[in-house]
């Protein structure tokens, strides 16, 4: 079982920076595969980045490679999110994700932190 929690969202305006954080609960934190997803309002949760576990390989949606970065501090069993270049439509709840599995397909979730980029 593992317990996420995130930090880190609030408003900014469009070209700044936000870093988010995920504190996770949990021995295991490190064999665990974690990721970013997000939902705009009115549309579905969509993925944004992830990493593995075994390796540290990132992997990041097209509409966000070149601004976002994920990276994972296994002592402090946290992941974070650096997001620069915010533009209006990255305005959504991002929420952490754990896995066992494939990253895009989470056994747990945490409870979304908001993040608006204003235009």
């Known amino acids: 079982q593992v317990q996420l929690a995130e930090s880190g969202g609030g408003l900014v305006q469009a070209g700044g920076s936000l870093r988010l954080s995920c504190a996770a609960s949990?021995?295991?934190?490190?064999?665990?595969?974690m990721a970013w997803f997000r939902q705009a309002p009115g549309k579905e949760r969509e993925f944004v980045a992830g990493?593995?576990?075994?390796?540290?390989?990132?992997y990041y949606a097209n509409s966000v490679q070149g601004r976002f970065t994920i990276s994972r501090d296994n002592a402090k069993n946290t992941v974070y999110l650096q997001m620069n270049s915010l533009k209006f439509e990255d305005t959504a709840v991002y929420y952490c994700?754990?896995?066992?599995?494939?990253?895009?397909?989470?056994?747990?979730w945490g409870q979304g932190t908001q993040v608006t980029v204003s235009s």
């Open positions: 990493i593995r576990w075994s390796d540290d390989s990132t």
């Open positions: 949990g021995r295991t934190f490190s064999r665990y595969n």
């Open positions: 994700a754990a896995s066992t599995t494939s990253i895009v397909a989470p056994n747990y």
